[in-house]
């Protein structure tokens, strides 16, 4: 299984057919040239010997190896600098034409600095936590842009996230989603035609044949497709819940924990974007 996110879609974070527990062993049926099912970590370096399929992953002859822990205190780190980045950007500098600059230049940086990790072989922490940094300060004009014209908008996002976050944790820990190669495919099918139609309705509405934002306006079609994102988010985190899983059951190493922190701060910060925008809109029909 790879995960939405480009981070992990590179690595060796793999095992398909059904849901994942930890240090449970990888299902027999892979089926011969299915990408999903190639799994680096089925006979990997890290742990010892060879480790055949149907049989559980032994643990690799170090000790350096991603555990649970290394993934929280990594999540806590980066979505910290996004957020200490979102605070003293809203401190510091007032709504203004200056400001709006300055949060897209930083959401540029903030996106060529994801890229070139995405691309990298080895995670760098150092571009991770810049990411994060740069995307804190984005959130922080954006959220203060928001709470401008409807307040309390970003407090309700930041409930929003975390509802829609822990709600998706419950149902996978719960087993009753079964993250599969063909439940991938379908969702990452729809999530890039998604992407594509919003690329679409932005050139409309720059060159001012779709007006009021087109599908992103602030009425009901807008509420209807700001929780289509939503739910597409909570797709990405169930992918990248899994490749967590898989990492940790196939012994990778412990900095990939990294990779797992950056592809997490990504999916939050697409589900608070978005769910910031279905308050607002919301808001506004009140």
Do not use: H
């Not at 400001?99 to 060529?112: D, E, N, P, T």
């Amino acid at each position: 299984m790879r995960s939405s996110n480009p981070v992990f879609s590179r690595r060796g974070f793999s095992r398909d057919n059904g849901y994942a527990g930890f240090n449970t062993a990888p299902q027999a049926g892979y089926a011969q040239g299915n990408p999903y099912a190639q799994n680096p970590y089925a006979q990997n370096p890290y742990a010892q010997g060879d480790l055949q399929y149907g049989a559980p992953p032994q643990a690799p002859a170090t000790t350096d190896r991603m555990t649970m822990d290394d993934v929280v205190v990594r999540s806590a780190l980066t979505l910290g600098t996004v957020a200490v980045g979102a605070v003293l950007a809203w401190a510091l500098l007032p709504v203004s034409g200056t400001s709006y600059g300055l949060a897209v230049g930083s959401a540029l940086i903030a996106f060529v600095l994801a890229m070139v990790q995405s691309f990298k072989r080895t995670p760098s922490p150092a571009l991770i936590l810049g990411y994060a940094a740069f995307e804190g300060v984005f959130l922080g004009v954006f959220s203060e842009m928001f709470n401008a014209r409807w307040s309390g908008a970003p407090f309700q996002a930041v409930l929003g996230t975390m509802a829609v976050s822990g709600a998706t944790l419950l149902v996978y820990k719960a087993g009753w989603i079964r993250v599969t190669a063909r439940y991938a495919r379908i969702g990452l099918a729809i999530a890039m035609a998604f992407l594509v139609v919003t690329a679409v309705n932005l050139l409309l509405v720059v060159f001012g044949v779709a007006e009021n934002g087109g599908l992103r306006s602030f009425g009901p079609l807008g509420a209807i497709v700001g929780i289509f994102a939503i739910l597409l988010g909570a797709f990405f985190l169930t992918l990248d819940f899994k490749q967590i899983e898989d990492g940790i059951a196939y012994g990778a190493p412990r900095n990939e924990s990294w990779l797992a922190a950056f592809g997490l701060t990504m999916t939050l910060v697409w589900i608070y974007v978005e769910m910031l925008r279905l308050v607002a809109i919301f808001s506004s029909n009140d």
